[in-house]
């Protein structure tokens, strides 16, 4: 046969076969073959081996769950000071807005001097293996930039996910499992929607690998109607007898590192669906973190990062939408949407920090809690809506972190009386991202990709960013 008709049979065999189960299932995962040599610079003194992220998109109000404010409650329905919001950016409050108190109540958490929000009383019981941060900033005041600039470092869509670039660094600790699996909840996308987990302008491979709630967990990973595994074992055996001889004739790396990708794909349709069975788990398991497998929800994710780490998952991200309480209804109000908001993390947060530690998985993974940004003092009252709520605000929020290389049961900075700016102990989201790159043992300075005649960071290209060494134990 001559090379066109060689060309033209190897195409027709992919078109008919395992284009199905890799290149759409997946798009690529092999990152442990994308790790060059001159990367190895860029590697220190791993404190954590995994991270799982719970990412409360639409942002919670720090003033309701973590950052109590008494002066704020004794002046709740009283004008706000013009320095609130005169020269102010905010997204949606016009006109004199009024101050709003804290509805709801606050606890001590067990075994600190920690206040938080009554409406978590599960969380409560172990937030003294937490440190939580009063103190942080972001540059956005918009959801998607905010996310964009938290999750890929740049507020512009085309950036490389956290996950991505930690895959970049690091890449994967399975062999049959993909290394960034991200889930989302809450009904909806974030706002950023899928370019949070995109590689961007990193090798695609890279990508995270969305698992659903329903029906099959990866898309396309599946076989189609007809083919069995047999078959597709078969198929395999001959594209790597093809690709063996196309490597040996041309010598591109790619082309080797595109099979591993189907073999990866291949190995999935086994392991993916027993990492997520819920079923599997005691029956004393799904009762504390309030999971079934019949449903769709918060608590679900929760429990199947868990088994995702403990089967070698590096990086989980789970995106839980419903947070954005601007009070312009009850579907995202103070008094109706927040309170059940709660009870869905409550139990689920808690059971998740209590299993990992249980397990000894906690003192190699990181837990990261929080939004995109914070809420304003100042109730919204959008379009005159009675309905309470928050507008945007950049300026302050409350994150927590949890497990390797973090303190216990500290609490880190301060805002004002009316929890309006950081008054001491500032962590800018791009701080926070050189911090988690440290703890998995990336010099978040010296990781770089080129890209457009610039060496990329996911931290962005000033020197400002810090690790936030006050934060480690």
Same mark, same amino acid.
């Given at each position: 046969?001559?090379?066109?008709?060689?060309?033209?049979?190897?195409?027709?065999?992919?078109?008919?076969?395992?284009?199905?189960?890799?290149?759409?299932?997946?798009?690529?995962?092999?990152?442990?073959?994308?790790?060059?040599?001159?990367?190895?610079?860029?590697?220190?003194?791993?404190?954590?081996?995994?991270?799982?992220?719970?990412?409360?998109?639409?942002?919670?109000?720090?003033?309701?769950?973590?950052?109590?404010?008494?002066?704020?409650?004794?002046?709740?329905?009283?004008?706000?000071?013009?320095?609130?919001?005169?020269?102010?950016?905010?997204?949606?409050?016009?006109?004199?807005?009024?101050?709003?108190?804290?509805?709801?109540?606050?606890?001590?958490?067990?075994? $600190?001097?920690?206040?938080?929000?009554?409406?978590?009383?599960?969380?409560?019981?172990?937030?003294?293996?937490?440190?939580?941060?009063?103190?942080?900033?972001?540059?956005?005041?918009?959801?998607?930039?905010?996310?964009?600039?938290?999750? $890929?470092?740049?507020?512009?869509?085309?950036?490389?996910?956290?996950?991505?670039?930690?895959?970049?660094? /690091?890449?994967?600790?399975?062999?049959?499992?993909?290394?960034?699996?991200?889930?989302?909840?809450?009904?909806?996308?974030?706002?950023?929607?899928?370019?949070?987990?995109?590689?961007?302008? /990193?090798?695609?491979?890279?990508?995270?690998?969305?698992?659903?709630?329903?029906? =099959?967990?990866?898309?396309?990973?599946? +076989?189609?109607?007809?083919?069995?595994?047999?078959?597709?074992?078969?198929?395999?055996?001959?594209?790597?007898?093809? +690709?063996?001889?196309?490597?040996?004739?041309?010598?591109?790396?790619?082309?080797?590192?595109?099979? =591993?990708?189907?073999?990866?794909?291949?190995?999935?349709?086994?392991?993916?669906?027993?990492?997520?069975?819920?079923?599997?788990?005691?029956?004393?398991?799904?009762?504390?973190?309030?999971?079934?497998?019949?449903?769709?929800?918060?608590? +679900?994710?929760?429990?199947?990062?868990?088994?995702?780490?403990?089967?070698?998952?590096?990086?989980?991200?789970?995106?839980?939408?419903?947070?954005?309480?601007?009070?312009?209804?009850? @579907?995202?109000?103070?008094?109706?949407?927040?309170?059940?908001?709660?009870?869905?993390?409550?139990?689920?947060?808690?059971?998740?920090?209590?299993? /990992? =530690?249980?397990?000894?998985?906690?003192?190699?993974?990181?837990?990261?809690?929080?939004?995109?940004?914070?809420?304003?003092?100042?109730?919204?009252?959008?379009?005159?809506?009675?309905?309470?709520?928050?507008?945007?605000?950049?300026?302050?929020?409350?994150?927590?972190?949890?497990?390797?290389?973090?303190?216990?049961?500290?609490?880190?900075?301060?805002?004002?009386?009316?929890?309006?700016?950081?008054?001491?102990?500032?962590?800018?989201?791009?701080?926070?991202?050189?911090?988690?790159? @440290?703890?998995?043992?990336?010099?978040?300075?010296?990781?770089?990709?080129?890209?457009?005649?610039?060496?990329?960071?996911?931290?962005?290209?000033?020197?400002?960013?810090?690790?936030?060494?006050?934060?480690?134990?």
């Amino acid at each position: 046969m001559s090379e066109l008709g060689d060309l033209l049979a190897r195409r027709a065999f992919l078109k008919g076969s395992l284009l199905d189960l890799g290149g759409m299932a997946l798009g690529g995962l092999l990152a442990r073959e994308v790790r060059p040599a001159d990367r190895e610079s860029a590697v220190v003194a791993p404190r954590a081996k995994h991270v799982i992220w719970l990412h409360m998109a639409g942002a919670p109000p720090q003033h309701d769950l973590f950052d109590p404010k008494p002066k704020l409650r004794e002046l709740n329905g009283t004008p706000a000071p013009n320095e609130l919001f005169a020269g102010q950016r905010l997204a949606f409050i016009k006109g004199h807005p009024k101050l709003l108190g804290a509805p709801h109540p606050f606890v001590r958490a067990r075994g $600190t001097d920690l206040e938080m929000c009554a409406l978590l009383p599960r969380l409560s019981q172990v937030m003294d293996r937490v440190t939580l941060v009063r103190s942080m900033t972001t540059e956005e005041f918009n959801h998607a930039p905010a996310e964009l600039l938290l999750f $890929t470092g740049n507020a512009r869509f085309g950036g490389a996910s956290m996950g991505s670039w930690i895959q970049y660094g /690091l890449g994967s600790l399975s062999e049959d499992l993909p290394a960034y699996v991200v889930m989302v909840s809450g009904g909806s996308d974030p706002t950023g929607g899928k370019s949070l987990w995109s590689s961007g302008f /990193l090798p695609s491979e890279l990508q995270g690998v969305q698992l659903r709630s329903r029906g =099959e967990a990866v898309l396309y990973l599946e +076989n189609p109607p007809g083919v069995t595994r047999e078959r597709r074992r078969a198929e395999l055996d001959a594209l790597r007898a093809l +690709n063996q001889a196309e490597h040996a004739r041309a010598g591109d790396p790619e082309t080797l590192a595109r099979l =591993e990708q189907y073999e990866l794909a291949f190995r999935m349709q086994m392991t993916v669906p027993e990492a997520t069975d819920l079923a599997s788990e005691p029956a004393e398991v799904r009762e504390l973190y309030g999971a079934n497998p019949r449903e769709s929800s918060f608590a +679900n994710h929760c429990l199947r990062a868990r088994r995702l780490v403990e089967r070698g998952v590096r990086f989980v991200q789970l995106f839980d939408w419903g947070w954005d309480i601007h009070g312009t209804g009850a @579907h995202d109000d103070l008094l109706t949407q927040f309170p059940q908001k709660c009870r869905d993390l409550d139990r689920p947060v808690a059971a998740l920090l209590l299993d /990992l =530690e249980r397990r000894g998985l906690l003192e190699e993974t990181l837990v990261v809690w929080g939004g995109e940004f914070g809420r304003t003092p100042m109730v919204e009252s959008r379009d005159g809506s009675t309905f309470l709520g928050r507008d945007h605000h950049p300026g302050c929020f409350s994150i927590w972190l949890a497990g390797a290389g973090v303190k216990r049961g500290y609490v880190h900075g301060a805002t004002d009386e009316l929890g309006f700016r950081v008054v001491d102990g500032e962590i800018t989201v791009r701080d926070l991202q050189a911090t988690v790159l @440290h703890l998995l043992g990336l010099d978040p300075h010296r990781l770089r990709y080129p890209y457009q005649g610039l060496e990329q960071r996911l931290i962005g290209p000033a020197e400002g960013p810090r690790i936030a060494r006050e934060l480690l134990g």
